[in-house]
């Protein structure tokens, strides 16, 4: 599977934004969808994941503010950012791993090529 990541961009803190992970190739909806961040010099951090079943888990940092989702018919998984502070600013990439419920890069076989959350005070 091919992943596309979208949707990242300047937004003030306090603000939302949404950010989509377009697959192509077929049986995306086995796949289980993460999401991570990375800022420069730093290791990928595990933000949020969805399983083929719609089971979810996030990070910490993040529960109660962003909120992921997937379309199977749409071949799109999404991941809403809300109440975003600087803290938020981090390139974010979305993987893909067949059943996986992992929260380590290592366990994501496909990635995205990455869309910037950049989230001003």
């Known amino acids: 599977v091919q992943l596309q990541a979208s949707g990242g961009g300047l937004v003030q803190a306090g603000g939302s934004l949404r950010l989509s992970c377009a697959a192509s190739?077929?049986?995306?909806?086995?796949?289980?969808i993460a999401w991570f961040r990375q800022a420069p010099g730093k290791g990928r951090e595990f933000v949020a994941l969805i399983m083929w079943s719609g089971a979810t888990s996030y990070a910490d940092s993040v529960k109660g503010r962003f909120t992921v989702s997937r379309d199977n018919a749409k071949n799109t998984a999404y991941l809403q950012l809300n109440s975003l502070q600087p803290e938020d600013t981090d390139i974010y990439y979305c993987?893909?791993?067949?059943?996986?419920?992992?929260?380590?890069?290592?366990?994501?076989?496909?990635w995205g090529q990455g869309t910037l959350v950049t989230v001003s005070s």
């Open positions: 190739g077929r049986a995306f909806s086995s796949y289980t």
């Open positions: 993987a893909g791993a067949v059943g996986a419920l992992a929260t380590t890069a290592r366990s994501y076989a496909y």
